[in-house]
Nanobody, 120 residues
Framework: QVQLVESGGGLVQPGGSLRLSCAAS?????????MGWYRQAPGKQRELVAD???????NYVDSVKGRFTISRDNAKNTVYLQMNSLKPEDTAVYYC?????????????WGQGTQVTVSS
């Protein structure tokens, strides 16, 4: 059973910073997976915030470009999301995703989510 465990969420004032972590269990070949951070605000659909491929290429939704940074440490089976200059509209539950597609097989795993609240 593959597990992804997020941590680092919480309450922060506008303009503040948080660093989310997502640790994957030992039973996946972590370095081969694309890792992503998604978020879902109340009443809204889940959206991709940022992802990073196995080769280290990154992608961000426009609303977080220049403020958020995704990174990975394959030795620790962990992906991070550094969030700076946080805004109230960043408030959401943030989910970690691990994705690996090979031939006709898809391996797709999700964490349980961590709440991020940006409020004064």
């Amino acid at each position: 059973q593959v597990q992804l465990v997020e941590s680092g969420g919480g309450l922060v004032q506008p303009g503040g910073s948080l660093r989310l972590s997502c640790a994957a269990s030992e039973n996946i070949n972590f370095s081969m997976y694309s890792m992503g951070w998604y978020r879902q605000a109340p009443g809204k659909q889940r959206e991709l915030v940022a992802d990073i491929t196995s080769g280290g290429n990154t992608n961000y939704v426009d609303s977080v470009k220049g403020r958020f940074t995704i990174s990975r440490d394959n030795a620790k089976n962990t992906v991070y999301l550094q969030m700076n200059s946080l805004k109230p509209e960043d408030t959401a539950v943030y989910y970690c995703n691990a994705l690996y597609i090979v031939r006709m097989s898809k391996f797709d795993y999700w964490g349980q989510g961590t709440q991020v609240t940006v409020s004064s």
